[in-house]
T-cell receptor
Framework: AQSVTQPDIHITVSEGASLELRCNYS??????LFWYVQSPGQGLQLLLK??????LVQGIKGFEAEFKRSQSSFNLRKPSVHWSDAAEYFC????????????FGIGTKLQVIP | KAGVTQTPRYLIKTRGQQVTLSCSPI?????VSWYQQTPGQGLQFLFE???????NKGNFPGRFSGRQFSNSRSEMNVSTLELGDSALYLC????????????FGQGTRLTVV
């Protein structure tokens, strides 16, 4: 069965500092990988996705993620965090061939301090 | 282009009652998925509909059901509500033709008292 682990439930960074959110997945083959962001009271917005090709994926809002097959990881990074990045971030894995039945991680709540 | 619309945004129901939530996907999207989000469990997949057919189902009891209409709008129903059903219910729509971006609605916050 597919699963996603986000080991950090809560992270606090200073504005302007770099950010890395960890994500490890368990899946029988190479899955589709996603990062979503959720602001309070809102739905989820897709930040980026990995399907194939270049293992470094660029997303919206200055985020990027790197797929490392050998480590079963898909960590999200941003070089300089802005106060507006404070939100909850979800890593997700889905089967190739369809969006359906995507499995989400538990989420990492990001706090940004001035 | 209008986004995914979920109604109502907030609901308060009593234990034992039933509830129906609605989701209107983005125009042209034929796949609608439903998720339950709670602080302890995160996002749990409920089911997915494509062209009025349920294609996938998560591990939820039979009290949770759904359907999709010919215009792709979807409803989910929860019967005999329990306190543990209190959650944010999210709907996501996508084109359905292979993996692609899913667009989420703002959710319906259900509180069972």
């Amino acid at each position: 069965a597919q699963s996603v682990t986000q080991p950090d439930i809560h992270i606090t960074v200073s504005e302007g500092a770099s950010l890395e959110l960890r994500c490890n997945y368990s899946y029988g083959a190479t899955p589709y990988l996603f990062w979503y962001v959720q602001s309070p009271g809102q739905g989820l917005q897709l930040l980026l996705k990995y399907f194939s090709g270049d293992t470094l994926v660029q997303g919206i809002k200055g985020f990027e993620a790197e797929f490392k097959r050998s480590q079963s990881s898909f960590n999200l990074r941003k070089p300089s965090v802005h106060w507006s990045d404070a939100a909850e971030y979800f890593c997700a894995v889905g089967p190739r061939g369809g969006y359906q039945k995507v499995t989400f991680g538990i989420g990492t709540k990001l706090q940004v301090i001035p | 282009k209008a986004g995914v619309t979920q109604t109502p945004r907030y609901l308060i129901k009593t234990r034992g009652q039933q509830v129906t939530l609605s989701c209107s996907p983005i125009s042209g999207h034929r796949s609608v998925s439903w998720y339950q989000q709670t602080p302890g469990q995160g996002l749990q997949f409920l089911f997915e509909y494509f062209s009025e057919t349920q294609r996938n189902k998560g591990n939820f009891p039979g009290r949770f059901s759904g359907r999709q209409f010919s215009n792709s709008r979807s409803e989910m129903n929860v019967s005999t509500l329990e306190l543990g059903d209190s959650a944010l219910y999210l709907c996501a729509s996508s084109g359905g033709q292979g993996a692609g971006e899913a667009f989420f609605g703002q959710g319906t916050r259900l509180t069972v008292v």
